[in-house]
């Protein structure tokens, strides 16, 4: 008997270690897209609302969690007690207090989530401000910066510091555009046009995420906002405005004739030449980006093979269809599209 008790205390505690061992394990590792971890001023503000509601939650889960152990301790039936107690029905002051209470919580709650949401929702110096359209597909982003005529997709460079203004839409279904560590989700909608703004406090790669589910492949639908310094950000801005389009290599120069025979043309744009398809991404400078297929794969040479042989075994339901290209098609492609940059 006792050695059976001694053994349930035993897996008693190393349950007890366990669940307490996956909590504290849970905080380890990198937070690429986290909320709680902001790199600009509109994620700032956002967690500041975040953060009140948290306290003023977690103050209202102690206090009834608390009262309500108490009373359960307090009032619980005694040895020998059988008899029902005193049976109360309604208590206007009490039900008056804890009426009152949640409104003023939520008065309290509500003055900086609509202050914040209006404040999120366009850049404070529009003069200033960087613009950049964004149109979400199915499963790529198009940025667009009608200052700069720059055209690209999935990768939206920025330069730090600086609030940049986003027009928002979709050529599909609804997305949501979300950089958790720079600014909070906001939906992409065909047929209208969304506003917010964001700004990256210092130079860095942030990752984002289509947050709303638009398909087979919305969880590949990723993209980054890459933050440079003020001389990366002028280097970027001069190689998009003036690509280096002409192939090198006769592997590129062969990529180059294939693209135009293939049908690659008819879907992309290469800015610079006489490609100017625009259902897919605009691939000027394909080489300079970190990733392809919507930033889910890292931008190498083998990458871009496989993709290139199949794209929707790595992408299912994606427009571009497998163009059953031969080995020496997608070798010459490959080296024409990461020539690029
Ligand atoms: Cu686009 Cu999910």
Redesign the pocket.
């Known amino acids: 008997m006792r050695g059976a008790r001694r053994s349930g205390a035993k897996r008693w505690t190393a349950a007890a270690v366990l669940v307490l061992a996956v909590l504290a394990l849970a905080g380890c590792g990198q937070a690429p897209q986290s909320a709680l971890n902001p790199a600009g001023p509109v994620a700032n503000m956002e967690l500041q609302v975040i953060g009140l509601g948290f306290w003023i939650m977690l103050g209202v889960g102690v206090i009834v969690l608390g009262l309500l152990v108490a009373i359960i301790f307090r009032f619980r039936a005694r040895r020998g007690e059988s008899a029902l107690p005193e049976q109360v029905e309604g208590n206007t002051r009490l039900e008056f207090v804890w009426t009152v209470i949640p409104v003023l919580l939520l008065a309290v709650l509500a003055v900086p989530t609509v202050k914040d949401s209006f404040a999120a929702a366009s850049a404070p110096d529009p003069s200033t401000a960087l613009q950049v359209n964004v149109v979400?597909h199915?499963?790529w982003w198009e940025f667009d910066y009608p200052s700069l005529h720059i055209v690209t997709a999935d990768e939206m460079h920025i330069p730090a510091g600086t609030q940049i203004s986003l027009s928002l839409t979709s050529a599909d279904v609804i997305?949501?555009f979300w950089v958790p560590r720079l600014a909070g989700k906001l939906d992409a909608v065909p047929g209208r046009t969304n506003s917010m703004w964001l700004e990256a406090s210092k130079p860095g790669d942030y990752s984002g995420q289509?947050a709303?589910?638009?398909g087979a492949s919305?969880a590949l639908?990723r993209f980054s906002v890459i933050a440079d310094s003020p001389s990366a950000w002028t280097a970027w801005v001069h190689t998009m405005q003036h690509p280096n389009t002409t192939p090198q290599t006769p592997a590129a120069q062969a990529g180059f004739k294939d693209f135009a025979t293939l049908g690659c043309s008819a879907c992309h744009t290469i800015d610079g030449t006489t490609f100017q398809g625009t259902i897919g991404p605009n691939l000027t400078n394909l080489g300079l980006r970190k990733g392809i297929a919507s930033d889910s794969l890292s931008n190498t040479d083998a990458n871009m093979a496989r993709w290139l042989a199949d794209p929707p075994a790595l992408m299912p339901d994606v427009i571009m269809p497998n163009l059953h290209l031969s080995k020496q098609q997608i070798t010459d492609l490959t080296a024409y599209l990461e020539e690029q940059k």
């Open positions: 979400g199915q499963w997305h949501s289509c709303e589910l638009c919305h639908m």
